[in-house]
């Protein structure tokens, strides 16, 4: 069982920059890839990015490149998400997600929520 508890949501002026973390407890984190996703309101949860367990492959959504970054720090069970030159269209709510790979997941965060104004 891993339990997911993300952080760092807040309001932001377009433009500005907002890094969301998420610390996992329970089993080994490394053992895990992980993505953060997000949902609008009235939209679908989508993918923003995804980093593997080692860091050794990373994606992104088409949306999110070169504005968001994605790292993690296994020693402290903690994956990152890097939020630059943020829109007012990144206003979601964001979650992180552990899973056995960066297109399978089976552990959610409970959301922290982001709101970019114009």
């Known amino acids: 069982q891993v339990q997911l508890v993300e952080s760092g949501g807040g309001l932001v002026q377009a433009g500005g920059s907002l890094r969301l973390s998420c610390t996992a407890s329970?089993?080994?984190?490394?053992?895990?890839?992980m993505g953060w996703f997000r949902q609008a309101p009235g939209k679908e949860r989508d993918f923003v990015a995804a980093i593997t367990g080692i860091g050794g492959n990373i994606r992104y959504a088409e949306s999110v490149k070169g504005r968001f970054t994605i790292s993690r720090d296994n020693a402290k069970n903690t994956v990152y998400l890097q939020m630059n030159s943020l829109k007012p269209d990144d206003t979601a709510v964001y979650y992180c997600?552990?899973?056995?790979?960066?297109?399978?997941?089976?552990?959610w965060g409970q959301g922290t929520q982001v709101t970019v104004s114009s």
């Open positions: 329970g089993r080994t984190f490394s053992g895990y890839a």
């Open positions: 997600a552990a899973g056995v790979s960066t297109y399978e997941y089976g552990y």
